[in-house]
Nanobody, 125 residues
Framework: QVQVAESGGGLVQAGGSLRLSCVAS????????MKWFRQAPGKERELVAS???????TYTESVKDRFTISRGYARNTVYLQMDSLKPEDTATYYC???????????????????WGQGTQVTVSS
């Protein structure tokens, strides 16, 4: 029903910048939380940043003041602006869209949790 696609990854030198994009196609997802995760070889998947439908953002400490997550005017789009990149930022970055869809006024609902395939970010020294 919903497909999530990331783009914008690539190879950059330390200190450079990249802007990742994520689009959740299909139905409009209101009230969702969109997140960027990353996973480097041999490491656990790490939450990098998140943004709610109201625009509230959170960041992991290691990217604070360097990365900026934002949501497009279409709520199914999210971006991650990455500045001052470091070699330790090298990872596959995944976009996640999760939330709850309310079916009727009685409160019936179902949860959704969609993931993209990931986009590779490599930062060279």
């Amino acid at each position: 029903q919903v497909q999530v696609a990331e783009s914008g990854g690539g190879l950059v030198q330390a200190g450079g910048s990249l802007r990742l994009s994520c689009v959740a196609s299909g139905r409009t997802l209101s009230g969702s939380v969109m997140k960027w995760f990353r996973q480097a070889p041999g490491k656990e998947r790490e939450l990098v940043a998140s943004i709610t439908s109201d625009g509230i953002t959170t960041y992991t400490e290691s990217v604070k003041d360097r990365f900026t997550i934002s949501r497009g005017y279409a709520r199914n789009t999210v971006y991650l602006q990455m500045d001052s990149l470091k070699p330790e930022d090298t990872a596959t970055y995944y976009c996640n869209v999760a939330g709850r869809h309310y079916i009727n006024v009685e409160g019936a609902s179902y949860d959704y949790d969609y993931w993209g395939q990931g986009t590779q970010v490599t930062v060279s020294s």
